[in-house]
Nanobody, 114 residues
């Protein structure tokens, strides 16, 4: 069974940092392009960042310069380092294949206070 488990969310003040983790089981990170998505209250889910198989990365405009996506193939885990967090980054963050083709799971809640 393929599973992606996002973790690492929490409450942080504006300007702070968090690192999210996406642990994959039942697949290897080479099988899929894995990306991060988020859904803020009352808004549609949107793509945050993903890393292509050639190592190149794609970021949403709001994430450029603040967020870094990386992966540890040995641990089958994809990370999202989020710096300079803003209240508008408050959302549930999910990981999924790109394009999304796996279950969304519970996600991990990130709350940024002003």
């Amino acid at each position: 069974e393929v599973q992606l488990q996002a973790s690492g969310g929490g409450l942080v003040q504006a300007g702070g940092s968090l690192r999210l983790s996406c642990a994959a089981s039942g697949i290897t990170s080479d099988d899929y392009v894995i990306g991060w998505f988020r859904q803020a209250p009352g808004k549609r889910r949107e793509m945050v960042a993903y890393s292509r198989s050639d190592g190149s990365t794609v970021y949403a405009d709001y994430a450029k310069g603040r967020f870094i996506i990386s992966r540890d193939n040995a641990k089958n885990t994809v990370y999202l380092q989020m710096n300079s967090l803003r209240p508008e980054d408050t959302a549930v963050y999910y990981c999924n294949a790109v394009p999304p083709s796996l279950g969304w799971g519970q996600g991990t809640l990130v709350t940024v206070s002003s």
